[in-house]
């Protein structure tokens, strides 16, 4: 949970760079809340909206992490267009947000790999 709050408290932070983890964790839960906004809405006919609420204001984060993750790779955010193409353009994306970081630093900043992870980060 902490990988998606932090996510989101980088709302329209579109340099920098993102980890695997940081990206993936911020999928799964983004992913299980969806399922259970979606349950709900379908249970209550009043919540149908809530849906389309929770996607509009997830488009950026999800956005901003995803150019955050290609810049990890080296690769500028401008890469993320490829998943407008159907099928093997989101299959390239996808296989990019699955590489390792880049080694050291490069153009986008430091490898967030050599930097304290949020789980050694300590408690105020």
């Not at 579109?14 to 983004?30: H, I």
């Not at 500028?76 to 193409?85: F, P, Q, R, Y």
């Not at 299959?91 to 390792?100: E, G, H, K, M, S």
């Amino acid at each position: 949970m902490d990988w998606y709050l932090a996510v989101l408290k980088k709302y329209a932070e579109f340099s920098g760079r993102a980890r695997r983890k940081e990206y993936w964790m911020f999928a799964l839960v983004n992913l299980l809340v969806s399922v259970v906004i979606g349950v709900l809405a379908n249970m209550v006919s009043a919540l149908s909206v809530l849906p389309w609420v929770y996607m509009l204001a997830i488009f950026t984060p999800h956005l901003a992490v995803g150019v955050r993750r290609l810049h990890d790779t080296g690769r500028s955010g401008w890469w993320g267009l490829l998943a407008l193409i159907p099928l093997i353009g989101t299959i390239i994306v996808l296989v990019f947000f699955c590489q390792d970081s880049q080694p050291g630093d490069n153009a986008y900043g430091p490898n967030p790999k050599t930097s304290a992870p949020i789980e050694a980060m300590p408690a105020t």
